[in-house]
């Protein structure tokens, strides 16, 4: 009650998210009267980034810059809507398209709007799309980070619950293309409704034009799915190749970046990802506070002993997770939640671990964009200069879609095992 009621009224108070989780975890501490616990304060926090992973973030906030700066994003965006036919909503389509392949690429949230925020939508306002609409999409595309292989949060399931994380990874890919079809019929829906401007003809010379500008912007892209997937290179060392491309097309094949414009680059790319890095930082030592205090544990007791059936005990959980995820990350929520329910829902229930491990990280992904924690939907704020309660109130029909597919998988398991048993 103490945690809850310090977040809350911190929050009101005007206090910045990152500095009220910290506060709350100060709090606690002088409440509960274990001063000890300061002593483990410091490595706590220092060790919610103490992660290689990690890197991958700056980097891929700096990779963004460069593309940014060197006009490789632009020709990227023309790139596709010289694949597409004319229709109402084409950049935006064109956006989500481009999140679900940053997502099968990189398996972060954070890296991939903080990548979509730079590239974009300053293409989209360019083409008289609102800003704050603008953001909202690209923040929506972020959700499919989590789903589409490959997935952190797949992967820290397995290892946690000891299931194969191959079988993760096919368990998540109807869902996840499930998703991105609902976002797809919200943006026809909303490009109707909003008058979204439709995708200017182009003539075949102007299409061949395109492709053959974006040829060498392509390298990056490629270079990141090749490295990886290639086993050539991690995501930290993919973005470091990436950035380096990035800075010789823009510099010598594009003639649009200049030495003088990688200073900024590197600066603004610092500060946003020390913004971000510090908010995961405080998110860790928050998630820690609610562990020693034993509240996932009181929690899933009082919820094993409602009912008999398991897909009522999964409806029930997901709002228990819906909560959740408002107010951690999804990383150490999973740290959190998985021993105290996976043998609830297991042993009690008889559910399948592949099945209830998409059903939480679908679950906790939607707290990636929703306040007050939401990592994803801040660092889209802070990126695009938009207010995150103005992006959070855009993302209400897109979490709705998601909401709909989580309740679909609950109710129709197979959609989630077929496919992993197939193969």
Same mark, same amino acid.
């Given at each position: 009650?103490? %945690?809850?009621?310090s977040f809350?009224?911190?929050l009101l108070?005007?206090?910045p998210?990152?500095?009220?989780?910290a506060?709350?975890a100060?709090?606690?501490?002088?409440?509960?009267?274990?001063l000890?616990?300061?002593q483990?304060?410091?490595q706590q926090?220092?060790?919610?980034?103490?992660?290689?992973?990690?890197l991958?973030?700056?980097l891929f906030?700096?990779?963004?810059?460069?593309m940014?700066?060197?006009?490789?994003?632009r020709?990227?965006?023309?790139?596709t809507?010289?694949?597409l036919?004319?229709?109402?909503g084409g950049?935006a389509?064109?956006?989500?398209?481009?999140n679900?392949m940053m997502?099968?690429?990189?398996?972060?949230?954070?890296?991939?709007?903080?990548?979509m925020?730079?590239?974009?939508?300053?293409?989209?306002?360019?083409?008289?799309?609102?800003?704050?609409?603008?953001?909202?999409?690209t923040?929506a595309?972020?959700l499919?980070?989590?789903i589409i292989?490959?997935s952190?949060?797949?992967?820290?399931?397995? %290892?946690?619950?000891?299931?194969?994380?191959?079988e993760m990874?096919?368990?998540?890919?109807l869902?996840g293309?499930?998703?991105?079809?609902?976002f797809?019929g919200?943006?026809?829906?909303?490009?109707r409704?909003?008058d979204f401007p439709?995708?200017?003809p182009?003539?075949?010379?102007?299409?061949r034009?395109?492709?053959?500008?974006?040829?060498?912007?392509a390298?990056?892209?490629?270079?990141?799915?090749?490295?990886?997937?290639?086993?050539?290179?991690?995501?930290?060392?993919s973005?470091v190749?990436?950035?380096?491309l990035?800075?010789l097309i823009?510099?010598?094949?594009?003639?649009?970046?200049?030495?003088?414009?990688?200073?900024?680059?590197?600066?603004? =790319?610092?500060?946003?990802?020390a913004?971000v890095l510090?908010?995961?930082?405080?998110?860790q030592?928050?998630?820690?506070?609610?562990?020693?205090?034993?509240?996932?544990?009181?929690?899933? =007791?009082?919820l094993?002993?409602?009912?008999?059936?398991?897909?009522?005990?999964?409806?029930l959980?997901n709002?228990?997770l819906?909560?959740?995820?408002m107010?951690?990350?999804?990383?150490?929520?999973?740290?959190?939640?998985?021993?105290?329910?996976?043998?609830?829902a297991t042993?009690?229930?008889?559910?399948?671990?592949?099945?209830?491990?998409?059903?939480?990280?679908?679950?906790?992904?939607?707290?990636l964009v929703?306040p007050?924690v939401?990592?994803?939907?801040?660092?889209?704020s802070?990126?695009?200069?938009?207010?995150?309660?103005?992006?959070a =109130?855009?993302?209400v029909p897109?979490?709705? %879609?998601?909401?709909?597919?989580?309740?679909l998988?609950?109710?129709?398991?197979?959609?989630?095992?077929?496919?992993a048993r197939?193969?």
């Open positions: 009650m103490t %945690v809850g009621l809350v009224g911190l108070a005007g206090l998210i990152s500095l009220a989780l506060a709350v100060l709090i606690y501490i002088a409440v509960s009267g274990n000890v616990l300061l483990s304060y410091p926090m220092f060790g919610g980034l103490e992660n290689y992973g990690m991958a973030l700056p906030i700096l990779l963004g810059e460069f940014n700066a060197g006009g490789i994003g020709r990227l965006m023309a790139l809507l010289a694949l036919p004319q229709l109402r950049l389509y064109v956006n989500l398209g481009a679900m997502a099968s690429i990189l398996g972060s949230t954070v890296a991939q709007i903080t990548i925020a730079r590239l974009a939508v300053p293409e989209m306002e360019r083409a008289g799309y609102p800003r704050d609409v603008s953001a909202a999409i923040a595309g972020g499919l980070a989590p292989p490959p952190m949060l797949f992967i820290i399931y397995g %290892v946690i619950a000891q299931v194969p994380i191959g990874f096919v368990a998540g890919i869902p293309v499930l998703i991105f079809a609902g797809c919200l943006i026809g829906w909303q490009a409704r909003r439709r995708t200017a182009m003539m075949p010379p102007q299409r034009r395109a492709v053959i500008e974006a040829l060498p912007a390298l990056i892209p490629l270079s990141i799915i090749v490295s990886i997937l290639g086993g050539f290179a991690t995501p930290t060392e973005a190749v990436a950035s380096l990035a800075i823009g510099r010598f094949v594009y003639r649009e970046m200049t030495l003088a414009d990688t200073w900024p680059a590197l600066v603004s =790319a610092g500060r946003g990802a913004v510090f908010l995961i930082a405080c998110a030592v928050f998630a820690w506070v609610v562990t020693f205090a034993n509240i996932p544990a009181l929690v899933a =007791a009082w094993s002993g409602l009912t008999d059936s398991p897909v009522l005990f999964l409806l959980l709002i228990l819906l909560g959740v995820g107010v951690m990350d999804p990383i150490p929520a999973i740290i959190l939640i998985v021993p105290v329910f996976l043998p609830v042993g009690v229930y008889g559910l399948d671990p592949i099945h209830f491990g998409i059903v939480l990280c679908l679950n906790l992904t939607l707290g929703t007050p939401g990592t994803g939907l801040f660092t889209a802070l990126l695009t200069g938009v207010r995150a309660e103005r992006i =109130a855009l993302l897109f979490l709705a %879609v998601a909401f709909l597919v989580i309740l998988i609950i109710v129709w398991p197979e959609v989630t095992l077929a496919l197939w193969l």
